[in-house]
């Protein structure tokens, strides 16, 4: 039996459609799902002579003299083993190491993805209990931390126990110890919640596998009561004298003459199953104590179906290892910022000190207001401390901000901490700086638009990206797609890619030679359009040929909340279209684009990439507050330079001088917005340049905006941008509109699609710009 089924990791069914996709995003572009990179220049005869012969002799001389050079001068300190030898495979059992191997690579990525952390997977061919632990224990000199996973229990137990003898490094079996710590952050809040103590609450256990022995005895580590615990499995309740069970369970075996569940659920007031789908009835439900926690946390079906629960015992708290529901117990709530905590401080191992401070860090955040990337995630809803937020968000960015520090403290309090934080203060600046560096950009605005779907109209539905795109975003539900195209183009290219979606049923179809709604479109067309050269000829062809028209006629009046489109085809001529149709915000002068760029080193903002080729300085002061308002739905907080190749007054030229005058408007209209310039793009990108040119500088660290003096600027940071830094681009992000309208370039792919639908969901759920600029004083601008 597996040491555990990890909680969420098969939230749901996988079908045959899924299963290709997973496949194919495992093969292309290239097998796998990490690789290795140089993190210093290799340009030069110089450099190599740095990073190999001879200069990397002075490095392997200084670790020679002192070992714990090593954390200074190798990546050590910050590279995880992810260790398997493929006994038990999330749900999939005794696969062996090889087949194991993308599930490692899977959390290889994780800890990357939200600690920072490098991982090496090591998938081993041994069975033998000392042999395996020979040759993970032979690797100490490699890594700063052992993650132990997928080993069948009972074996994992002992391999544990026997590395955490012999390494001086952290070992930490997160199938035990992780769900552990995630499930004793939700019974302390329910506790609370519920007014018990932990002291004297019944505990009922379904399953008594290496999951659920492991979340009992930490709960017993937070103050439950053996005498109070109840575990049964597939053969019934654990009893004193009772066949078949390992040396972990006697320790819970009872003196009881009860057989089954339904035996010993009367009056719990938790319970906790790790076992099967429905084992925990309704009827057994309503036997419960007064304001039970349930926690059915098998997957892809939990012990009791949330609904069935509620119904049978509405004064109930719920937790699934699922992620439609709320309160989902997953275990990156905490492993990759624990090693980040133990790993920081050089921690020899992660003791008990350590999981208990993490397990009150995410019992504490429950608590705490909703972070604004949080609420943006749940449509501006605040999700105060309750029974539907017993425990935290999985993408709340401020798991990394209290977990770490708090794992790093009981460390240096433990003793355990070689390498102890001096400055706490600078130390969780750094674990701040992270957050906004990673990949969580996109996350609040795929929550909130998952949160309250709108429809979504696509201009070029027949387009393989598209439906690529709408495959997912209705699996995701991100929106309510609309496709505007033929419909034996569609059927016939949905079979073709093995597309499961279906117009109808998934999607609607707009079918652009035979809409009832044809001559409706037509009269809105010429209403908006008649006194701009738009004949009743050309506008009956446009709205049957066009359906950029088309999509932006269904946003006008009302058919829709949003549009995409220009996967073909040029900017400007699909611009026209909708300044025609949709027209501006009331009080914006004209359009303009932003573009996401996430880098390696972060995410920022460039604008205008393509609209206003010279725009006026009232122009850039009101581009500048539009910007803000949208940048601030991905739970950033701008921090804006106005960019030129003058630098604080070094240059008076017409450009400088415009940028200069945008900085005061924006100053007089918007005092309390971080912006300064005008400045050069290295003195925007850096603190330590800043600060040498002007230390009185209003902009405070990197600038995550730059706003351009011009389109030709805007757009060659951009396209450079995207190539030399290898960055993933969101958008052109069209702003000023009176609906949301954006216009895709051909080279999108069906995941910038993805993201482009998220961002226009959000602003759909939103006010419009004009309410900004109002709010602002700067309506209209051009009149400043």
């Known amino acids: 039996m597996a040491c555990m089924k990890k909680i969420g990791d098969m939230a749901q069914p996988v079908t045959s459609d899924f299963a290709s996709s997973a496949l194919d995003y495992h093969r292309f572009p290239k097998p796998g799902k990490l690789e290795i990179r140089a993190t210093k220049p290799l340009g030069t005869q110089h450099d190599l002579g740095l990073a190999y012969s001879p200069g990397v002799a002075a490095a392997c001389l200084a670790i020679a003299g002192d070992p714990a050079e090593a954390t200074e001068l190798t990546v050590r300190q910050n590279l995880v083993a992810v260790v398997t030898n493929g006994t038990a495979v999330l749900g999939l059992g005794n696969i062996g190491p090889l087949a194991a191997k993308p599930v490692m690579e899977g959390k290889a990525v994780l800890f990357k993805k939200f600690a920072g952390i490098d991982v090496f997977d090591i998938e081993i061919a041994e069975n033998d209990v000392d042999r395996l632990v020979d040759i993970v224990a032979a690797l100490e000199p490699t890594f700063g931390g052992i993650n132990l996973e997928d080993i069948k229990a009972p074996q994992c137990f002992e391999v544990e126990r026997k590395l955490r003898e012999r390494m001086s490094i952290p070992v930490f079996h997160d199938d035990q110890h992780g769900t552990a710590i995630i499930v004793g952050a939700a019974v302390l809040n329910a506790m609370e919640l519920s007014g018990k103590s932990i002291e004297s609450v019944r505990i009922v256990s379904s399953g008594a596998g290496a999951a659920a022995l492991a979340c009992l005895d930490f709960l017993v580590e937070l103050g439950a009561k053996r005498e109070n615990i109840f575990v049964t499995d597939v053969e019934g309740v654990v009893y004193k004298g009772r066949p078949s069970m390992n040396e972990r369970m006697l320790i819970y075996a009872r003196d009881t003459n009860a057989r089954r569940l339904d035996d010993v659920i009367g ?115 605040s999700r105060l401390f309750g029974a539907d937020s017993l425990i935290p968000s999985p993408f709340d960015p401020r798991l990394i901000l209290r977990i770490a520090p708090a794992v790093a403290k009981a460390a240096m309090a433990t003793g355990v901490a070689k390498k102890p934080i001096v400055d706490f203060v600078a130390y969780e600046e750094t674990l701040s700086r992270f957050v906004f560096r990673s990949g969580f950009v996109m996350k609040p605005l795929m929550q909130a638009a998952k949160a309250d779907p709108r429809r979504v109209v696509y201009a070029e539905g027949e387009d393989e990206r598209v439906l690529r795109a709408v495959q997912t975003i209705v699996e995701e539900g991100i929106a309510k797609p609309i496709l ?38 037509v009269a809105t067309y010429l209403e908006q359009a008649g006194r701009r050269g738009v004949t009743p000829d050309a506008a009956r062809t446009l709205v049957r040929t066009n359906s950029t028209v088309i999509a932006a006629l269904a946003v006008k009046r009302g058919d829709a909340d949003a549009m995409l489109c220009g996967l073909d085809g040029r900017f400007n001529s699909r611009l026209g279209y909708i300044r025609d149709i949709i027209g501006l915000a009331p009080g914006v002068t004209d359009f303009s684009a932003m573009s996401l760029m996430i880098t390696s080193k972060g995410a920022f903002f460039i604008t205008d990439t393509h609209v ?140 910038g699609i993805v993201n482009m639908t998220a961002v226009a969901v959000g ?11 109002a709010d602002a004083g700067l309506m209209p601008l051009a009149h400043i």
């Open 484 to 521: 505007i195209g033929r419909p034996d183009v569609i059927e016939t290219r949905l079979e073709r890619f093995g597309l499961s979606v279906r117009p109808g049923r998934d999607f609607e179809l707009v079918n652009p030679q035979d809409d009832p709604r044809y001559r409706d479109y």
């Open 267 to 381: 009056g719990a007031d938790v319970f906790l199953g790790l076992s099967a789908g429905g084992v925990l009835t309704p009827e057994m439900a309503k036997k419960m104590g007064a304001r039970p926690l349930i926690m059915a946390l098998a997957n892809p079906t939990p012990e009791i179906e949330p609904e069935a629960a509620h119904l049978a015992r509405p004064d109930a708290m719920i937790c699934t290892g699922r992620s439609d529901y709320p309160n989902q117990v997953n275990n990156v709530l905490c492993f990759p910022y624990i090693f980040r905590g133990a790993l920081d401080v050089a921690a020899s191992t992660i003791n008990e000190a350590m999981k208990l401070a993490a397990v009150r860090a995410i019992a504490q955040l429950a608590h705490e207001p909703p972070s604004d990337v949080v609420a943006r995630a749940y449509d501006g809803k």
């Open 612 to 751: 206003r080729h010279d725009p006026a300085d009232f122009e850039i002061a009101e581009m500048a507050l539009m910007c803000a308002r949208h940048v601030r739905r991905f739970g950033l907080e701008p921090r804006i330079a106005l960019v030129s190749h003058s630098d604080f007054g070094t240059d008076d030229a017409p450009s400088s001088l415009k940028m200069r005058r945008a900085v005061e408007i924006l100053r007089q209209r918007a005092p309390e917005l971080e912006v300064d310039g005008e400045m050069q793009a290295d003195t925007a990108l850096s603190q330590t340049v800043r600060d040498h040119v002007l230390p009185s500088s209003r902009l405070k660290g990197e600038a995550n905006v730059l706003v351009m003096p011009s389109l030709d600027a805007a757009n060659i940071a951009y396209t450079m941008t995207k190539i030399m830094a290898d960055a993933l681009p969101v958008g052109p992000i069209l702003i000023g509109g009176a609906k949301p309208a954006h216009i895709l370039i051909p080279s999108t792919t069906a995941r």
């Open 763 to 773: 602003e759909a759920q939103s006010q419009s710009d004009a309410k900004m600029l």
